[in-house]
Nanobody, 118 residues
Framework: HVQLVESGGGSVQAGGSLRLSCVAT????????MGWFRQAPGKEREEIST???????TYKDSVKGRFTVSRDNAKHTLWLQMNSLKPEDTAMYYC?????????????WGQGTQVTVS
C-alpha cells in the first residue's frame, strides 16, 4: 500500500522559512521521481519542484532561488526547504510520487499540508 504523508506546514510572516517533509511507504522510494505541488484557493494545482531518482531537480520559475528540494532515500523522505516566503506562496502543498517525472500528476499523492504566509 503506497502512502505519502506530508508535514511541516504552518503560518509564517513574509520573509520567513518553512521546511516541508513527505514520508513515503509501500514502494521502492529510491527508484521513483518525487515532486511538490501546491494549490491555492480558486487556482489549479501547480507543480513547483521535482527530484528524480538520479537526484536531478526542477523548479518553477517563481520559486527558484528560494525553495530547495531534497530527498533521503534511506529515510524514504522528501523535503522542501522554503525560504523568503511570500504571501503568494500561500497554498496547500502536496507531495507526489511516480515512476517518471513526466507522469508525476498521475502518480500517488499525499493529503497535503497547509502553508499560509502573511
Amino acid at each position: 500500500h503506497v502512502q505519502l504523508v506530508e508535514s511541516g506546514g504552518g503560518s509564517v510572516q513574509a520573509g520567513g522559512s518553512l521546511r516541508l517533509s513527505c514520508v513515503a511507504t509501500g514502494y521502492q522510494f529510491s527508484s521513483y521521481c518525487m515532486g511538490w505541488f501546491r494549490q491555492a484557493p480558486g487556482k489549479e494545482r501547480e507543480e513547483i519542484s521535482t527530484i528524480d531518482d538520479d537526484g536531478s531537480t526542477t523548479y518553477k520559475d517563481s520559486v527558484k532561488g528560494r525553495f530547495t528540494v531534497s530527498r533521503d532515500n534511506a529515510k524514504h523522505t522528501l523535503w522542501l526547504q522554503m525560504n523568503s516566503l511570500k504571501p503568494e506562496d500561500t497554498a496547500m502543498y502536496y507531495c507526489a510520487a511516480d515512476a517518471g517525472c513526466l507522469s508525476l500528476r498521475l502518480g500517488v499523492w499525499g493529503q497535503g499540508t497547509q502553508v499560509t504566509v502573511s
